[in-house]
């Protein structure tokens, strides 16, 4: 063999050695690669630990509480975490910071922020009624956090809009799921508001009544917004087909909206129902039934976004099916899909508890169920991959199996024996895939 030969050998037996061996990721690289997309898992958690709370079956119990109650620490954990993240990334890479804000793909997510935010005051509410953490003191936080949130979710849904409209693109090839996290925010935000308003009824009519209404119109401007992104997606589907497979995945976040603006109607009708009229009279609004007739209102939208919830999950089922083969490898992407089937569980338990239905209470626990475990299998999956830092990557796809193809016998050249090394699919950006090049030589 000559001595290019044993080059390239020796150049194709290493670069497979960097695909065979685990990687791990300097905290440095981490910080570098840290992203909105990691309050993914805040989302998710709150969210678990929420359906935990609101079980439809044995709710008093003590294991439920604790449960919760541990799901909910995590999430603050994990919160707190990702804030020290960012500020870290701040500093240290102040430039690819501001791309997080500047870059319409990766602002959206910033959505997150206060989807996480939201959440995570749900469960602290719950944790609060359920162990009388703080009492009124620690609810009244809350209420104030949530002011915060609401402020920051109606930042972000209109500033990602902003820069989403100076993109002035025409190719609806372009419209992702994605866009409708923004805009999510707010439902989210209402949906926390509603909670606290319920929780202020015993305390303050005037706090409650005005919690309960401005929620409500965050609620009605994000299902506004979201109504007409997902008709668009909708669209893009039938015209281009499934996205990529690395994007495949947030086709589930078409299902947030209509599991978190069903619960969020739900829960502010419920508060409107009790708080409304201020004042007894003849007419509308003094009349003793409009309270009743906005519940009414509000309960037949939550149904119609239930119903269109079972149609979605179908459509976002069928294209991950069509991707199946070309997922990518697991990272925080896979998180995405926790808090879109955790919110329209707990629509559908509401819905069970407003119509007193087995059914629905049936339906809504076991989507409960499989959220928990998906949750649980994930936790579980993320710790070896954060240890290592794979996590961190960015989502590569598959490559996909190719058979192998039976070659005519021919002459074979010193050339042919070396002149393809192993793929490498380059962890970082576009799924472009590395090949070790051929070297010629002359004999």
């Known amino acids: 063999m000559s001595d290019v030969e044993a080059q390239a050998c020796k150049v194709a037996h290493d670069t497979s050695s960097v695909t065979r061996s685990p990687q791990y990721v300097t905290w440095r690289e981490r910080i570098r690669l840290f992203s909105w997309q990691w309050h993914a898992v805040v989302m998710a958690t709150a969210v678990t630990s929420s359906i935990v709370h609101l079980f439809p079956y044995h709710n008093d119990s003590l294991g439920l509480k604790i449960v919760a109650l541990v799901v909910f620490l995590i999430g603050l954990l994990v919160f707190t975490f990702d804030l020290v993240c960012i500020v870290a990334k701040a500093y240290l890479f102040p430039k690819e910071c501001l791309e997080l804000i500047r870059d319409p793909s990766k602002s959206s997510f910033a959505g997150f922020i206060a989807v996480g935010a939201a959440g995570l005051i749900d469960a602290g509410l719950n944790v609060n009624r359920d162990w009388n953490t703080g009492h009124n003191g620690f609810m009244y936080a809350l209420w104030g956090f949530w002011w915060l949130d609401a402020a920051l979710a109606y930042t972000i849904a209109f500033g990602v809009i902003f820069f989403i409209l100076g993109q002035k693109s025409r190719d609806i090839a372009k419209v992702v799921p994605i866009w409708i996290i923004p805009v999510v925010a707010l439902i989210a935000s209402s949906t926390c508001g509603g909670l606290l308003g319920n929780a202020l009824i015993s305390h303050s009519h005037t706090m409650a009544l005005v919690s309960s209404a401005f929620a409500l119109t965050m609620c009605i401007i994000g299902l506004s917004f979201t109504t007409m992104i997902t008709s668009s997606f909708l669209l893009r589907l039938f015209i281009h087909g499934v996205p990529e497979a690395t994007t495949v995945l947030a086709t ?192």
């Open 252 to 443: 589930f976040n078409t299902l947030t909206p209509l599991g978190q603006g069903g619960y969020s109607l739900l829960v502010n009708g419920e508060n409107l129902s009790k708080l409304i009229p201020i004042q007894l009279g003849d007419d509308f609004p003094q009349s003793q039934l409009s309270g009743q007739m906005f519940y009414s209102i509000c309960f037949c939208f939550a149904y119609i976004l239930w119903c269109m919830g079972i149609a979605w999950s179908l459509v976002s089922i069928f294209s991950i099916g069509r991707r199946a083969t070309k997922l990518p490898k697991f990272c925080v992407t896979h998180w995405c899909i926790v808090f879109p089937n955790g919110v329209f569980a707990l629509l559908s338990v509401q819905i069970g508890n407003v119509l007193d239905s087995r059914f629905y209470k049936g339906f809504g626990a076991a989507w409960s169920i499989i959220v928990f475990i998906l949750w649980t299998g994930l936790f579980i999956r993320s710790i070896p991959a954060f240890i290592d830092g794979t996590i961190f990557l960015s989502p590569v796809p598959r490559a996909p199996h190719k058979s192998r193809k039976k070659k005519s016998p021919r002459h074979s050249t010193d050339t042919d024996q070396i002149s393809h090394g192993p793929e490498i699919l380059c962890p970082f950006g576009k799924s472009h895939a590395i090949g070790v090049q051929a070297i010629r030589f002359s004999t």
